[in-house]
């Protein structure tokens, strides 16, 4: 499976973005598929997951502002993002996980700044 983030740019504070990860592959229904996110300087943070049978679970920071989804039908999985903060700013990151291995997208930036 390769991974391809999109979706990511320049938006004002209270404002919103949808992420889109792409997947390639027959067995993207399998996958737990999840976000997260970087900035420079700090270590990758989990920010939502889904799994393959429909659960969701997201970081403190963002509860009630994203919304993880995935559309089997389309290989997608779109994160929502809403009420958008400054300290949301960072590079956002798509993995699947299956079977003990794990794939990474290449990352989407995305900006909350006035």
């Known amino acids: 499976v390769q991974l391809v983030e999109s979706g990511g740019g320049l938006v004002q504070p209270g404002g919103s973005l949808r992420l889109s990860c792409a997947a390639s592959?027959?067995?993207?229904?399998?996958?737990?598929m999840s976000w997260s996110r970087q900035t420079p300087g700090n270590q990758r943070e989990f920010v939502a997951r889904?799994?393959?049978?429909?659960?969701?679970k997201y970081a403190d920071s963002v509860l009630g502002r994203f919304t993880i989804s995935r559309d089997n039908a389309k290989n997608t999985v779109y994160l929502q993002m809403s009420s958008l903060k400054p300290e949301d700013t960072a590079v956002y990151y798509c993995?699947?996980?299956?079977?003990?291995?794990?794939?990474w997208g290449q990352g989407t930036q995305v900006t909350v700044s006035s």
């Open positions: 592959g027959s067995i993207f229904t399998l996958y737990i």
């Open positions: 889904h799994t393959s049978g429909g659960s969701t």
């Open positions: 993995r699947g996980e299956y079977d003990g291995d794990e794939v």
